[in-house]
Nanobody, 120 residues
Framework: VQLQASGGGLVQAGGSLRLSCAVSGRHSNAYSLGWFRQAPGKEREFVGV????????YFAASVKGRFTISRDNAKNTIYLQMNSLKPEDTAVYYC??????????????WGQGTLVTVSS
């Protein structure tokens, strides 16, 4: 499974940004897809996940209500829509594929990161 993330950039606090993750490879549809992020000097943390069927999404408390996940099956792409961005959302964002677990995702495959910088 290969994942290619894109869409990062610089945005002002309160603004919005949409990240994309193109997914390819055999058995890619066997996994749930989600997002993690890693801020400077911090460990990588779970952001959100959408299950295989696309029917359910789960988010970390820090982004719930501000971030959403959607997918375009025709393009084999998932999206992370980020609204009301805060400076503390600044991080490298990674898309991942793997089995879903309670409250998150057990990542088995990673995409390369895309940097999101939120200025105050």
């Amino acid at each position: 499974v290969q994942l290619q993330a894109s869409g990062g950039g610089l945005v002002q606090a309160g603004g919005s940004l949409r990240l994309s993750c193109a997914v390819s490879g055999r058995h890619s549809n066997a996994y749930s897809l989600g997002w993690f992020r890693q801020a400077p000097g911090k460990e990588r943390e779970f952001v959100g996940v959408q299950n295989r069927s696309g029917g359910d999404t789960y988010f970390a408390a820090s982004v719930k209500g501000r971030f959403t996940i959607s997918r375009d099956n025709a393009k084999n792409t998932i999206y992370l829509q980020m609204n009301s961005l805060k400076p503390e959302d600044t991080a490298v964002y990674y898309c991942a594929a793997g089995p879903i677990k309670v409250g998150g995702l057990n990542p088995r495959y990673w995409g390369q990161g895309t940097l999101v910088t939120v200025s105050s």
